[in-house]
């Protein structure tokens, strides 16, 4: 294992960056202080799997860029294709007009989508998409009329996530995180899914499914007439810690949202793009949603573009002339982006290409292979969980027991920089360590992030 800690880090090139950054540079989800006590990591170039720092030292990308890299930094068909948009149109609104790359993307998504999504509505991060989701399910009950018209309340799973805007915060509530915006949060409905039931009381798998089930239908049967939808990350819970779902559990909420006239909404922005090993994980258990959520991955995590993928059924309840209020009065500057759109479309010719996810089972195997040889025997792991290239190592403060790290005790952090120093770059939820990788990353390079993420949990943790 390679030393990864570069003497040139004190250029001076690095000196005065990393002095803009401590001057000026506010980073999303990063408390400043321990930042400022770190040593700052600052990206240069990307290739393949691997980032590249200021100082040319290479990291494996172990999280693919916060989920969302597909095939690596620098694909050159990807590269190909911004560049040629750039020539042609950097920027066009979707607001009244249409533009040649978007419909050459949404010409090639649609057949990729399960079955009754027909409609994209685009916009710029997985959290404005959500918002449209949001809208699009309420609002389109409100056109209903009459009774259909009180149903604005929106379920979701317990500690699901969803993004950052005030309406998907609402339906991923943390209060860790949201307790100062409470009075401004519209909190949704929170059903428990099966793994809340199984670690915080104690059940087995049989009986924490069907009580979490139990428990939706309670919530849907008697509050039917003022829920809108459901939303739910089908089959891996990733923010909360990459929590599998049994797919029995995600058909069956599909079961009682239809019994029980509620849309099913699927955010797929992260395990969309073939994280989980299919296109989009709803495949896996065969479910057709009202409304699809995707982001990330569906430009390859090169350029900022998501959509709301909706049905026709969906759609149509909009149609209408002006005066009649049918309109769906949503959208951002740069929804749907030309050159976001281009690299996308060339993201999914890629995918058919070079059939990307028919080579995915091997790696999955051996992802999760090494997973549990390696991680599952740590005495500081007491769980490893993986879906297809989604995994999440939970650590615990005492062996043989669950008892998560304090905040104070940061190992997190201390796991991160081991990593750092030994070539990847990582990042825990919590108490969970999160590998992500691209759908890129060959079998020996599986084994370098598994090895080095393993062994900075050993060193940091003192195994
Ligand atoms: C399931 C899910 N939905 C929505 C979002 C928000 O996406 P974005 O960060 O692009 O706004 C995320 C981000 O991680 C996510 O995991």
């Known amino acids: 294992m390679r030393n ?53 030292r290479r990291y494996l990308d172990g999280v693919s860029s916060l989920w969302c890299n597909v095939h690596g930094h620098g694909v050159p068909e990807l590269r190909a294709a911004l560049h040629e948009q750039v020539d042609a149109l950097c920027h066009s609104t979707l607001l009244g007009l249409s533009h040649v790359p978007v419909l050459e993307l949404t010409q090639r998504l649609v057949p990729l989508l399960p079955k009754p999504l027909e409609r994209v509505f685009y916009s710029d991060s997985g959290s404005a998409a959500v918002e449209a989701a949001i809208r699009m399910s309420i609002e ?22 969803h993004g950052d805007t005030l309406g998907s915060v609402g339906l991923g509530y943390l209060p860790a995180f949201h307790r100062a915006l409470s009075p401004v949060v519209v909190q949704s409905l929170k059903v428990n899914p099966p793994h809340v039931l199984r670690y915080e009381r104690g059940l087995c798998a049989e009986d924490a499914l069907s009580q979490s089930l139990a428990e939706a239908e309670q919530l849907l049967a008697g509050q039917q007439d003022e829920i809108a939808a459901f939303f739910i990350e089908p089959i891996v819970q990733g923010a909360a810690g990459i929590w599998v779902q049994p797919l029995e559990y995600l058909q069956e909420i599909v079961r009682l949202c239809r ?55 969906i759609f ?9 209020g049918k309109t769906f009065f949503f959208g951002q500057t740069f929804s749907g982006n030309p050159l976001a759109a281009k690299v996308a479309a060339a993201n999914l010719d890629y995918f058919a290409k070079n059939r990307v996810l028919e080579k995915l089972p091997q790696r999955i195997a051996h992802f999760a292979r090494e997973l549990r040889a390696k991680a599952a025997c740590l005495s500081h792991v007491f769980e490893v969980r993986s879906f297809g290239l989604m995994a999440g190592i939970e650590l615990t403060k005492t062996p043989g027991t669950w008892i998560p790290y304090a905040l104070n005790e940061r190992a ?46 050993a060193e940091a943790l003192g195994e």
């Open 316 to 324: 149509s309840g909009f149609l209408g002339e002006p005066e009649k």
């Open 259 to 313: 019994k029980h006239h509620v849309l099913l909404i699927a955010d797929e922005v992260a395990t969309g793009f073939g994280k989980t090993g299919k296109m989009f994980a709803c495949e896996h258990a065969s479910v057709e949603p009202d409304i699809m959520v995707i982001g990330k991955g569906l430009s390859a995590g090169y350029l900022p573009i998501s959509a709301a993928c909706a049905s026709e059924q």
């Open 4 to 56: 990864n800690k570069a003497p040139s880090s004190n250029s001076s090139r690095c000196r005065e960056l990393r002095e803009i950054d401590f001057k000026h540079l506010w980073h999303p989800f990063t408390q400043q202080q321990d930042w400022f006590a770190a040593d700052p990591l600052i990206i240069e170039r990307g290739e393949g799997v691997e980032l590249i720092d200021i100082c040319g």
């Open 140 to 161: 389109w009950w409100q056109k209903q009329g009459g009774a259909a018209s009180r149903k604005t309340k929106l379920v979701s799973l317990f500690s699901g996530y």
């Open 412 to 457: 997190g952090s201390r796991i991160v920089a081991a990593a750092r120093n030994k070539g990847a770059i990582i990042r825990p939820l919590g108490n969970v360590m999160v590998l992500m990788p691209a759908l890129a990353m060959n079998e020996e390079q599986l084994s370098r992030l598994v090895n080095i993420a393993v062994q900075a949990v």
